[in-house]
């Protein structure tokens, strides 16, 4: 491959990543913004809807930035750990691109199209299930008199009350509890990392140390998805789901969609044709 075309391959492998990536990112924000979710009704006796509003453990804001800044760092530190000594053998544009450059990026974009899989699919489930919150009589304060007799033991239909509670900022919200999105997210980011150290963490004297690591982020994860229980902003079964959703992300993306920068063999074979082996054989018989 000469050295115009190796450009345009990098050239158009970059760009095809991020317009693929953006693409998602505008689809995210508008299922996020503009798709309402489902209007689901009530029962006035359901005590899983009882529970007091509660500040996030786990804001959104920490779960962003640990989620994207932790795998990152760690994609840096071993594709420069495991390629450094790697000869540089691609040039885009004139530039040489270091392996550990080429593998940094590799790991990074799949991950992050992963991400953006798993968070477009948590916005649809959101919207199209239109599951309530836990906290949901605590913010909505729905119209209707549940003491009533004509109240009781029946499903109240999303057009026979209308909320009248003073935190309107958050009527929208109290809708999305199917599937949990920090659960999701947590779980993709941290499970990908825990795979990807036991893939590329190799070089000699880190197991003890990647199977501490691994054990770390998945601790994270863990608790992110158990604070949204304790919260109250979601169901078990909430949480439940958008870690799996987020596990068979990370799974599938890991193993079969990223192209890993493998290290070449520091030693090379020596090639023997049939004539020198049997030469070889001769002389040994002589002797």
Known sequence: MSKDEVSIHILRKVVVDGL????????????????????RGFFCNDETLMFPYKADTVDVYMLRIVGLCLPALAFLICEWALLRKERCEEKCLGVSIQPWVRGFYCALASFCLGLCFVELATNISKSTIGRLRPH????????????????QNRYVQPHEYTCTGERTDKFRNMRMSFLSGHSSWATYTMAFLALYLEKRMVWKGTRAVRHTLQFIVLMLCWFTALSRV???????????????LGLVGAVVMCSWGTDFVQPKKNHTVVQYDITTIANNHQETLAV
Not at 21 to 37: K, S
Not at 136 to 151: K, L
Not at 230 to 244: F, I, Q
């Open 20 to 39: 693929l990536i953006c693409g998602l990112v505008v689809a995210i924000i508008a299922t996020e913004q503009f798709w309402d979710p489902f209007q």
């Open 136 to 151: 949901f009589f605590d913010i909505c304060q729905p119209s209707v008199d549940c003491s009533a007799p004509q109240w």
């Open 230 to 244: 304790s919260d109250y902003r979601h169901h078990w079964s909430d949480v439940l789901a958008g870690m799996t």
